[in-house]
């Protein structure tokens, strides 16, 4: 599955107003695409940290061609773009996802320059099958997604992966990235990824529209 990632900062607007404007925007652009799915950063500061962006925007379609054409068009100065396939890792049996204000961590990596995407790719994908079923069902996760940059000739993207990894409560949240799991999970990334790269990791509210 296809879909164009955006991300923007808030600049001098509140956060309530923020994401009333956020969510409003992506509402209009919902007939552009197959499917839209808004994010905007959890209050709290639930991992103590300050997040690099507000908003996070997944516009899907069934073609690259066609996430790619969406990229070109609308794009605001101060958005970083992203053009991913997405491949679905993990789901609880039995989860219940919301459609509106769903926990989720994103979490972005850079892949060491001498992989090609396509290594990337493979490598990671093999990395977090080994992760341990039973040790995720044991954990709060919900649900685990991951997205890799399709390659664009003589352009390197924002970022290479892509982690969302949903969760029903911040407390559970909270619990998973104070445990081993999370390192479990990523553990074949520190072969694959810029360990000195910058990552982004923002702690979203998603909402499909």
Not at 34 to 53: F, M, R
Not at 88 to 113: D, N, W
Not at 120 to 145: H, N, P, R, T
Request: aromatic share 8%; proline share 4%; no cysteine.
């Amino acid at each position: 599955m296809f879909k164009l990632i955006r991300m923007v900062k808030r600049g001098d607007k509140l956060p309530a107003e923020f994401r009333q404007e956020w969510l409003e925007r992506n509402r209009e652009l919902r007939k552009t695409a197959n499917q839209l799915v808004a994010s905007v950063v959890a209050e709290g500061k639930i991992l103590g940290d300050e997040a690099a962006y507000d908003g996070v925007a997944a516009l899907y379609f069934p073609t690259e061609k066609e996430a790619y054409a969406a990229q070109a068009t609308g794009q605001a100065k101060d958005a970083l773009s992203v053009v991913m396939d997405e491949k679905a890792l993990f789901e609880r049996t039995g989860a219940t996802l919301k459609p509106l204000g769903q926990l989720k961590v994103i979490l972005t990596s850079v892949r060491k320059k001498d992989l090609t995407p396509a290594q990337f790719k493979d490598a990671a994908l093999k990395g977090y099958a080994k992760a341990e079923s039973k040790a995720l069902m044991e954990s709060g996760i919900q649900k685990i997604v991951a997205s890799f940059a399709m390659p664009e000739k003589d352009k390197n993207p924002a970022f290479d992966g892509m982690l969302e990894i949903y969760f029903a409560t911040s407390d559970e949240l909270k619990a998973a990235f104070g445990s081993p799991v999370i390192g479990m999970l990523r553990k074949d990334e520190e072969t694959l990824v810029q360990l000195d790269a910058p990552e982004i990791r923002i702690v979203a509210e998603e909402h499909v529209l």
